[in-house]
């Protein structure tokens, strides 16, 4: 199974046709099957795509008479089989990498379909205009994916009723029974907006991927003038979509609304003499079926296109005094039935079958309402049970670590990560697992204590503590325990009766251990963050892809990090990883690879990259304690840019490219850009120094001398 099936309906488009199909076949994703529905023409399009497809077997080409490109698409959508489905219009053109992001887009959300941005060609001025109005990128959510609940404005608006600047999951497509209306015109608004309303997840990729041509003069857009009506019935069958979907009363204002805004326009972009005509079926029927007519001007959203309506109503009071007691009488009960389709229009059948599948819709609703909370309640009792599972081994476990422990001396490590697989997300953790790799190698049993478990009392022999963003109480019923804490984040969130708490506190900078020598009673000893130097080191696996590109590994913390927005501003190759960016930088998105790097993909990542961009917390500057990612990535020997402070320039006097000011920052990035070799070199220089001096192995044994010297 190809990852996409892309189906071009094809007719009388020998000029552009070849520019449409080098976009296809040059894509970057490969996977893809290539579907040609020649649609009868009578030009050499049909020569044009045989020459392809002997050059390409990924080329399918399927013969019809002449239908209309939605009756095309259908016929190639029976054809198709790969996973997701993309349409393009043989006079239009897509970016090389359209099918690789979007691709990659969808299976990383799950998406049911991606959309992208498009823009236009003007073939005569061989020029490429922007259209913002594709997407309205106010009107989605910071984040992604979301469905039609989660935008502001009117769903039918938020992207435009066409398919080719979508990806479609197929199993979703054939799950609906979407299909394209088989008319000349307005034949994918179905189609979309179904989708639009139906999917469970939309996500979108923020860059201009597919070019529409404007002035092809036999351009699928062309055939409006002899099929003007065509929008009309692509209105009447999204209106009954909605009903069969039970979603016509959530999203009927916005539907009127949306077909007040696309009659208006099938208006205003059509010429005499058929502009007349549609102003005689707005004006004698279609304004009233289409539920427009009636409605006060509050109801919609755009005022102006209530005036215009008003203008082509003109004078339809006094009309209405010279109308059949019949057609008084029917426009009087539609506005007082409150019913989907009026009794008027002896449709009794349809509403009955209406209701029926709304009762249905409740049914399954209720029931699943039921199984959910039947999850919920087994969910529950589980994570009951394992709490007084969990406890019940708390009094088995100090005898049963002392038997496996067998002699050794006992060391708890109180990691501030969450247990289970939330843990993974945790830099602690994996800075608690170098610490238990290297305590192991010194001859100690030791243990990792999540959250979770911060209540066991192990009767250890030291406790070590990674004190970050939560507190921990010493559990003083081990008498001959020595607990340590080892503050490396968050200094300002501890207070001085906390540190009194503990044995032995260890201060992630120097500068802070002085500080608070003369604050605290207790011992106060320096212990500066570390890398693991046997992980991260220069030699082993790399990531070719991200050779000479920027990076950064971070969340946003809830603000902007000016690190990463000055270099997105600036338009090097940034890639960036964590969560909150999407909604940070919505005119940046395309610099976001995802919202989480795993832990052990680092290494491969620092190898090669060009360079990393990093800052820190506030607090940690003021204290000068440095953040383990300047460690890791110069193990890696991969140069850094960074905000520093007094200590950190100490260490590392010119093998980081250091900022305070958007202007410094600037003129790091032109140090790499300029200079590069030498940089390097620098970064390369640093991890001899590193593993003696700020590796895991070094911490490991000073922890040990501290426990021997302060041991009770």
């Given at each position: 199974?190809?990852?996409?099936?892309v189906i071009?309906?094809?007719?009388n488009?020998?000029?552009?046709?070849k520019?449409?199909?080098d976009?296809?076949?040059?894509?970057t994703?490969?996977?893809?099957?290539i579907?040609c529905?020649?649609?009868?023409?009578t030009d050499?399009?049909?020569?044009?795509?045989?020459?392809?497809a002997?050059?390409?077997?990924r080329i399918?080409?399927i013969?019809?008479?002449?239908?209309g490109a939605?009756?095309?698409?259908?016929n190639?959508?029976?054809?198709?089989?790969?996973?997701?489905?993309?349409f393009?219009?043989?006079?239009d053109f897509?970016?090389?990498r359209?099918?690789?992001?979007?691709?990659d887009?969808a299976e990383?959300?799950?998406?049911d379909?991606?959309?992208?941005?498009?823009?236009?060609?003007h073939?005569e001025?061989k020029?490429?205009?922007s259209a913002?109005?594709v997407?309205?990128e106010?009107?989605?959510?910071p984040y992604h994916?979301?469905?039609?609940?989660q935008?502001?404005?009117?769903v039918?608006k938020?992207?435009?009723g066409w398919a080719?600047?979508?990806?479609?999951?197929k199993e979703?497509?054939?799950?609906?029974?979407?299909?394209?209306?088989?008319?000349?015109?307005?034949?994918?608004?179905?189609?979309v907006?179904?989708?639009?309303?139906?999917?469970?997840k939309?996500?979108?990729?923020p860059m201009?991927?597919?070019?529409?041509?404007?002035d092809?003069?036999?351009?699928?857009?062309?055939?409006?003038?002899?099929?003007w009506?065509?929008?009309?019935h692509?209105?009447?069958?999204l209106r009954?979509?909605?009903?069969?979907?039970?979603?016509?009363?959530e999203?009927?204002?916005?539907y009127i609304?949306?077909?007040?805004?696309?009659?208006?326009?099938?208006?205003?972009t059509?010429?005499?003499?058929t502009?007349?005509?549609?102003?005689?079926?707005l004006?004698?029927e279609?304004?009233?079926e289409?539920?427009i007519?009636?409605?006060s001007?509050?109801y919609?959203?755009?005022?102006?296109?209530f005036e215009?309506?008003?203008?082509?109503?003109?004078?339809?009071?006094?009309?209405n005094?010279?109308?059949?007691?019949?057609?008084?009488?029917?426009?009087f009960?539609?506005?007082?039935?409150?019913?989907g389709?009026t009794?008027?229009?002896?449709?009794?059948?349809?509403?009955?079958?209406?209701i029926?599948?709304?009762l249905?819709?409740?049914?399954k609703?209720i029931k699943?309402?039921?199984?959910?909370m039947q999850?919920?309640?087994?969910n529950?009792?589980e994570?009951?049970?394992?709490e007084?599972?969990?406890?019940?081994?708390w009094?088995k476990?100090?005898?049963e670590i002392?038997?496996v422990?067998?002699g050794r001396?006992?060391w708890?490590i109180?990691?501030p990560?969450?247990?289970?697989?939330?843990?993974?997300?945790?830099?602690d953790?994996?800075?608690?697992?170098?610490?238990?790799?290297?305590?192991?190698?010194?001859n100690?049993?030791a243990?990792?204590?999540?959250r979770?478990?911060?209540?066991?009392?192990?009767?250890?022999d030291?406790?070590?503590v990674?004190r970050?963003?939560?507190?921990y109480h010493?559990?003083?019923?081990?008498a001959?325990?020595?607990?340590?804490?080892?503050n490396?984040?968050?200094?300002?969130?501890?207070?001085?009766a906390e540190?009194?708490?503990y044995?032995?506190?260890?201060?992630?900078?120097?500068?802070?251990?002085?500080?608070?020598?003369?604050?605290i009673?207790?011992?106060?000893?320096?212990l500066?963050?570390?890398?693991d130097?046997?992980?991260?080191?220069p030699?082993g696996?790399?990531?070719?892809?991200?050779?000479?590109?920027?990076?950064?590994?971070?969340?946003?913390?809830?603000?902007?990090r000016?690190?990463?927005y000055?270099?997105?501003?600036?338009?090097?190759?940034?890639?960036?990883?964590g969560?909150?960016w999407?909604?940070?930088?919505?005119e940046h998105?395309?610099?976001?690879?995802?919202?989480?790097?795993?832990?052990?993909?680092?290494?491969?990542?620092?190898?090669?990259?060009?360079v990393t961009l990093?800052d820190h917390?506030k607090d940690?500057?003021?204290?000068?304690?440095?953040?383990?990612?300047?460690?890791?990535?110069l193990?890696?020997?991969?140069?850094?840019?960074?905000?520093?402070?007094?200590?950190?320039?100490e260490?590392?006097?010119?093998?980081?490219?250091?900022y305070?000011?958007?202007?410094?920052?600037?003129?790091?990035i032109?140090?790499?850009e300029?200079?590069?070799?030498?940089?390097?070199?620098?970064?390369m220089e640093q991890?001899?120094?590193i593993?003696k001096?700020?590796?895991f192995e070094?911490?490991?044994e000073e922890?040990?001398?501290?426990?021997e010297?302060?041991?009770?």
């Amino acid at each position: 199974m190809a990852k996409v099936s892309v189906i071009i309906p094809v007719y009388n488009v020998e000029p552009y046709l070849k520019q449409c199909m080098d976009s296809v076949v040059g894509q970057t994703l490969k996977d893809i099957e290539i579907i040609c529905v020649d649609d009868g023409s009578t030009d050499g399009s049909l020569d044009i795509l045989k020459e392809y497809a002997t050059e390409d077997s990924r080329i399918q080409i399927i013969e019809q008479k002449n239908a209309g490109a939605g009756a095309a698409r259908n016929n190639g959508m029976r054809h198709a089989t790969g996973k997701y489905l993309s349409f393009l219009d043989s006079d239009d053109f897509f970016e090389p990498r359209m099918l690789e992001k979007a691709y990659d887009l969808a299976e990383k959300d799950q998406a049911d379909f991606v959309a992208y941005k498009s823009d236009q060609y003007h073939t005569e001025k061989k020029q490429f205009v922007s259209a913002d109005w594709v997407i309205h990128e106010n009107e989605i959510p910071p984040y992604h994916p979301f469905n039609h609940r989660q935008m502001t404005g009117n769903v039918f608006k938020v992207f435009v009723g066409w398919a080719w600047d979508k990806l479609f999951l197929k199993e979703f497509v054939d799950k609906h029974h979407l299909t394209f209306q088989e008319q000349r015109t307005s034949n994918d608004l179905l189609f979309v907006f179904s989708a639009v309303v139906l999917a469970k997840k939309i996500s979108v990729v923020p860059m201009v991927l597919a070019h529409q041509r404007r002035d092809a003069k036999d351009s699928l857009s062309k055939t409006r003038e002899y099929s003007w009506d065509c929008f009309y019935h692509a209105l009447m069958a999204l209106r009954d979509r909605l009903r069969e979907e039970n979603l016509y009363k959530e999203l009927e204002k916005d539907y009127i609304n949306y077909a007040l805004h696309f009659s208006l326009w099938n208006y205003n972009t059509l010429s005499e003499p058929t502009k007349t005509k549609l102003k005689d079926k707005l004006r004698g029927e279609w304004f009233r079926e289409l539920g427009i007519e009636g409605k006060s001007k509050d109801y919609f959203y755009n005022k102006q296109e209530f005036e215009q309506y008003l203008k082509i109503m003109g004078n339809m009071k006094k009309e209405n005094k010279t109308m059949g007691f019949k057609q008084k009488l029917k426009r009087f009960l539609r506005k007082i039935v409150p019913a989907g389709r009026t009794y008027i229009d002896k449709k009794f059948k349809d509403q009955e079958k209406y209701i029926k599948k709304q009762l249905k819709e409740q049914e399954k609703l209720i029931k699943l309402q039921q199984k959910n909370m039947q999850e919920m309640q087994k969910n529950l009792k589980e994570y009951i049970e394992q709490e007084f599972v969990r406890r019940e081994n708390w009094a088995k476990m100090p005898a049963e670590i002392k038997r496996v422990a067998d002699g050794r001396k006992i060391w708890v490590i109180k990691c501030p990560a969450t247990e289970g697989e939330a843990k993974f997300f945790w830099g602690d953790y994996y800075y608690a697992v170098a610490l238990q790799k290297y305590l192991e190698r010194q001859n100690i049993y030791a243990i990792i204590d999540n959250r979770q478990d911060w209540g066991c009392d192990e009767d250890a022999d030291v406790v070590l503590v990674l004190r970050g963003k939560y507190f921990y109480h010493p559990d003083r019923r081990n008498a001959k325990c020595l607990y340590i804490m080892w503050n490396i984040s968050h200094p300002d969130m501890i207070s001085k009766a906390e540190y009194e708490l503990y044995d032995v506190v260890c201060a992630a900078s120097r500068h802070m251990a002085e500080e608070l020598k003369d604050k605290i009673s207790v011992p106060v000893v320096p212990l500066l963050q570390c890398t693991d130097t046997e992980i991260f080191c220069p030699e082993g696996e790399t990531k070719k892809q991200y050779n000479g590109q920027y990076i950064f590994i971070g969340s946003t913390r809830g603000v902007m990090r000016d690190c990463v927005y000055w270099a997105a501003e600036a338009g090097v190759p940034l890639h960036v990883w964590g969560s909150g960016w999407y909604e940070m930088m919505p005119e940046h998105k395309e610099v976001v690879d995802g919202t989480f790097m795993p832990n052990e993909k680092l290494p491969a990542l620092y190898r090669s990259a060009k360079v990393t961009l990093n800052d820190h917390w506030k607090d940690m500057l003021d204290n000068q304690i440095i953040n383990n990612r300047i460690f890791d990535a110069l193990a890696c020997g991969l140069p850094v840019i960074s905000d520093g402070c007094e200590e950190m320039k100490e260490i590392f006097p010119d093998a980081v490219l250091y900022y305070d000011t958007k202007e410094e920052f600037d003129a790091c990035i032109q140090k790499v850009e300029n200079d590069y070799e030498s940089v390097k070199a620098k970064a390369m220089e640093q991890y001899e120094m590193i593993k003696k001096e700020y590796s895991f192995e070094r911490r490991v044994e000073e922890l040990l001398e501290i426990a021997e010297r302060y041991k009770k």
